[in-house]
C-alpha cells in the first residue's frame, strides 16, 4: 500500500480499511513484519482522514452556467447572512 | 283530535329523520366561509354559503388540529360531515370532519392520479435510491438563491461541516416556469464536476406553491438524476411526489443539511478513537512479540550455548562408536559367510572328484568328454585326465555295455 494509493482514498473508504488494520492488528495472528506494514498503513490512514478534516473551510458558490463544459461561478452569500 | 307534539318530541323526531338518511350522514358542500369564529375551546363556528343560501357549520378542536390552512372570510373552501340537528336552537348545522381549500380538491386529485401512476412504473421503488455518501466532498443545492431554505442549508451545513464545498444551483421553485427551472438546474448539476449529492427544495409555503414537487416533469427529473438526491420540500407535514422519488426525504430544508453532512466533531472524535486502538494494537502486537522473544532467550541452548554443545558433541561421538560396531559385526558376518560358501563351492568342484580317484576321459580330437563306450573306435587316441596330471591313451577295443548307475 503506498502513500498515493491512500491520498486517493475517501475519507470513508480510509475509515473503513483503517477500521480493518485495527481489528487485524488486535488479533495479532501476522508475523511482526507484516504487522509493522500493517500499523504503518494504519497511520497513513490515520494522518489522510485527519487532513481530510482539517481541510481549510470549503467554498459556498453559485453556478452562473455551463460554458463548454465548464462551470460558470462566483462566491453566493445568502440574503440575510452578511459578513460581520 | 291530531297528536300534539311537544317542542322536544318534534326536534328529538327531526333529528332521527335527518341523521338517519345516508347522504346527509357524509355530505360535501362547496361554498364560501363567512361569520368564521374561533372559540377559546379551540372549536371552529362558521357558515358557509353561496349566492342563495348559507349553511351553519361546526369543525371541532380534534378535527381542526390537522388542518393545513387557516380558515377565513371569504375562503372558497370544500366541507366533508354530517348534518345534525341542535336541539337547543333548533337549527340544523354541518358538523366538519374535513376541509379542504376549493381549488385544492382538485390538485389533490391529480396528485393522487400522478403518484399511482409513477409508483407503476417503479419509480419510487426502493431498489432504485442511490446511497447518500457519509461524508460528501461538494453538494449542489436546487433551490431559490434568495428563499429562507438556501440560507438555513448554508448556516447549517457550515456549522456542522465546515470543510465541505457548496454549490447553490438556482431555480425558481414556484409559479409557473418552476417545473422547467428546476429540471434545467437538474441538468446542469449532473455536469457539473465533483458534486456527489445534490439537495432540491424549498421553505415552506402554501399548498399551491409547494405544488410544483408534485409536478410530473420534476418527479422524473429527480427519479432520473445520475447523483444522489434529498429531497426538502416546504415543512414536515408536507408531502410532495418529488419526495417519493428522491433518494431521501429530509423533513425541511434544515434537515437536509442534517442530513447531507457528518459533525466534523463526531467524525474527530472518532478517528481520534480509531487512532488510539491503532496505537494500542500496535504496542500489544510488539509486547506479544517482546515476551515470545523473552521466553526463547530463557531457553538453554542461548542461555548456555557451550554446555549444550558439548553435550551435542559426545552424543556425536556415541553416534560414531555404535556406527562403527555395527559395520565391523557386519562384516565379520559376510566374511564367515563368504568361507563357508568357498568350502561348499569346493565340493562341488570336479577337481574334488578326481582327487578321490575318478577320471576324465576325452576325445583327443575335439576335447569331448567320451561317456560311452561307442563313442571312440578302437586306434583312436583319448586324453584321460587324472587327480594330478593326464594320460595320453590308444583305445584297443571298444566294449559296449549297460550304462553305468
Redesign the interface.
Known amino acids: 500500500m503506498n502513500a498515493d494509493r491512500i491520498k486517493e482514498k ?3 473508504e480510509a ?1 473503513s480499511r ?2 480493518k ?2 481489528t487485524e ?2 488479533q ?1 495472528e501476522q508475523t ?1 513484519e507484516d ?1 509493522l506494514k500493517l ?1 504503518e498503513e ?2 497513513a490512514l ?1 494522518r489522510h ?2 487532513s ?12 452562473l ?2 460554458k463548454e ?1 465548464i ?1 460558470q ?1 462566483e462566491d ?1 452569500q ?4 452578511e459578513e460581520v | 283530535m291530531p297528536k300534539i307534539f311537544t317542542v322536544t318530541q318534534l326536534t328529538s323526531y327531526l333529528k332521527g329523520l335527518v341523521e338517519s338518511d345516508p347522504i346527509l350522514r357524509q355530505v360535501w358542500v362547496q361554498g364560501e366561509i363567512s361569520n368564521f369564529t374561533l372559540h377559546s375551546s379551540g372549536h371552529m363556528y362558521f357558515t358557509v354559503k353561496d349566492d342563495q343560501a348559507r349553511l351553519r357549520c361546526v369543525m371541532f378542536r380534534t378535527e381542526n388540529r390537522r388542518l393545513k390552512f387557516q380558515p377565513a372570510d371569504g375562503l372558497a373552501v370544500i366541507v366533508g360531515g354530517r348534518i345534525g340537528i341542535y336541539p337547543k336552537n333548533g337549527e340544523y348545522q354541518l358538523y366538519v370532519e374535513q376541509m379542504e381549500p376549493a381549488g385544492v380538491g382538485s390538485l389533490y386529485l391529480a396528485y393522487e392520479e400522478l403518484k399511482k401512476r409513477l409508483a407503476g412504473e417503479g419509480l419510487f421503488d426502493p431498489d432504485c435510491k442511490k446511497a447518500i455518501p457519509g461524508f460528501p466532498r461538494k453538494i449542489g443545492i436546487i433551490t431559490s438563491p434568495t428563499g429562507a431554505a438556501v440560507r438555513d442549508i448554508i448556516r447549517i451545513v457550515r456549522r456542522r461541516c465546515p470543510v465541505v464545498d457548496l454549490l447553490v444551483i438556482p431555480a425558481q421553485v414556484q409559479g409557473e416556469a418552476a417545473p422547467r427551472s428546476l429540471c434545467e438546474a437538474l441538468r446542469l448539476a449532473g455536469s457539473v464536476p465533483g458534486l456527489d449529492l445534490l439537495i432540491i427544495g424549498r421553505g415552506g409555503g402554501s399548498i399551491e406553491e409547494l405544488w410544483t414537487f408534485n409536478d410530473e416533469e420534476v418527479v422524473r427529473a429527480v427519479a432520473s438524476c445520475p447523483l444522489p438526491v434529498i429531497s426538502a420540500v416546504g415543512h414536515e407535514t408536507d408531502f410532495t411526489i418529488t419526495d417519493l422519488a428522491a433518494d431521501l426525504r429530509a423533513p425541511t430544508p434544515s434537515g437536509a443539511a442534517e442530513m447531507a453532512v457528518p459533525e466534523l466533531r463526531e467524525l474527530r472524535r472518532r478517528l481520534l478513537l480509531m487512532e488510539e486502538r491503532l496505537r494500542s494494537a500496535a504496542l500489544q502486537m510488539l509486547e506479544r512479540k517482546r515476551n515470545l522473544l523473552e521466553f526463547m532467550e530463557k531457553h538453554p541452548v542461548l542461555r548456555e550455548p557451550h554446555r549444550w554443545l558439548d553435550e551435542r558433541r559426545q552424543r556425536v561421538d556415541e553416534i560414531w562408536d555404535g556406527l562403527v560396531r555395527t559395520v565391523q559385526s557386519r562384516l565379520e558376518k559376510a566374511r564367515a559367510a563368504l568361507e563357508r560358501n568357498l568350502a561348499a563351492l569346493d565340493a562341488l568342484s570336479p577337481l574334488a572328484t578326481l582327487r578321490r580317484g575318478y577320471s576324465i576321459c576325452r576325445k583327443k580330437v575335439d576335447g569331448r568328454i567320451v561317456r560311452e563306450a561307442g563313442e571312440v573306435s578302437p586306434g583312436e587316441k583319448v586324453r584321460v585326465l587324472l587327480s594330478r596330471g593326464e594320460l595320453v591313451c590308444t583305445v584297443e577295443e571298444a566294449e559296449k555295455g549297460e550304462k553305468t548307475r
Open positions: 475517501s475519507f470513508e475509515i483503517l477500521e488494520i485495527i492488528l488486535e495479532g511482526l504487522n500499523f494504519g497511520i490515520a482522514c485527519r481530510k478534516l482539517d481541510e481549510a473551510q470549503g467554498k459556498v458558490e453559485i453556478l452556467g455551463i463544459g462551470p461561478t453566493f445568502p440574503h440575510g447572512e
